[in-house]
């Protein structure tokens, strides 16, 4: 939820004792303040835990600011990612309880499908570019930092200057969070995957 930034040091409190409070009485670990790079009007705040969990946090500061607006502004989570049978870091389907026995390819599968690394590249029109990577890279770091990503890069195309594309690579987590931030500074953007997996080697 977006909280005004007079409101963000009272809910965190002198010495962090109101957020300490906040997770005593509700018994949630996560409760952060995220830092918008294009406003320093308002703070996200972040909360993770059970429903019973959140809905502790949220009346506790309803008590505190009756006014404020406690709509959940995330996200919805991104379409599942299709399976792609040309590559490994797509073999699996996110998001599926059945895991293949086996994939055909040599590269072995992660311990968890949450480990698994997947690649997400959307095109970004050339206009667009400046403030997602942002003066001195400080739009994106703090994609990385806010994401946990560390590879996000931006792709020339030989035959154009119109876009580049915005290669992503991560967990479906990470991905799904580079790309709500996008979203939120670029409305209009395309989000859709372009990535083309190379074709499969044959076997010398």
Same mark, same amino acid.
């Given at each position: 939820m977006e909280?005004?930034?007079?409101?963000?040091?009272?809910?965190?409190?002198?010495?962090?004792?109101?957020?300490?409070?906040?997770?005593? /009485?509700?018994?949630?670990?996560?409760?952060?303040?995220?830092?918008? %790079?294009? =406003?320093?009007?308002?703070q996200i705040c972040h909360i993770e835990g059970t429903q019973?969990?959140?809905?502790?946090?949220? =009346?506790?500061?309803h008590e505190r600011f009756p006014k404020l607006d406690l709509t959940n502004i995330s996200a919805? %989570?991104? %379409?599942?990612l299709p399976s792609s049978p040309g590559s490994c870091a797509l073999e699996v389907r996110i998001g599926s309880e059945d895991l293949p026995q086996? =994939?055909?390819?040599? /590269? %072995?599968l992660p311990e968890s499908k949450e480990d698994?690394?997947?690649?997400?590249?959307?095109?970004?029109p050339q206009y667009a570019i400046p403030r997602l990577i942002g003066k001195h890279w400080r739009h994106m770091k703090y994609m990385k930092r806010c994401s946990g990503i560390s590879n996000i890069d931006f792709l020339r195309l030989p035959d154009t200057q119109e876009f580049q594309i915005c290669h992503i690579e991560g967990t479906q987590e990470q991905?799904? =969070?580079?790309?709500t931030v996008i979203g939120r500074r670029f409305p209009e953007l395309d989000l859709a995957n372009v990535y083309a997996p190379p074709p499969l080697q044959p076997p010398q």
């Amino acid at each position: 939820m977006e909280v005004p930034q007079y409101a963000v040091g009272r809910l965190i409190g002198k010495y962090w004792r109101h957020m300490k409070y906040m997770k005593r /009485c509700s018994g949630i670990s996560k409760i952060d303040f995220l830092r918008l %790079p294009d =406003t320093q009007e308002f703070q996200i705040c972040h909360i993770e835990g059970t429903q019973e969990q959140v809905d502790k946090v949220l =009346t506790v500061i309803h008590e505190r600011f009756p006014k404020l607006d406690l709509t959940n502004i995330s996200a919805p %989570p991104l %379409p599942t990612l299709p399976s792609s049978p040309g590559s490994c870091a797509l073999e699996v389907r996110i998001g599926s309880e059945d895991l293949p026995q086996s =994939t055909g390819l040599s /590269c %072995p599968l992660p311990e968890s499908k949450e480990d698994l690394l997947i690649v997400w590249e959307i095109e970004v029109p050339q206009y667009a570019i400046p403030r997602l990577i942002g003066k001195h890279w400080r739009h994106m770091k703090y994609m990385k930092r806010c994401s946990g990503i560390s590879n996000i890069d931006f792709l020339r195309l030989p035959d154009t200057q119109e876009f580049q594309i915005c290669h992503i690579e991560g967990t479906q987590e990470q991905v799904e =969070t580079v790309l709500t931030v996008i979203g939120r500074r670029f409305p209009e953007l395309d989000l859709a995957n372009v990535y083309a997996p190379p074709p499969l080697q044959p076997p010398q």
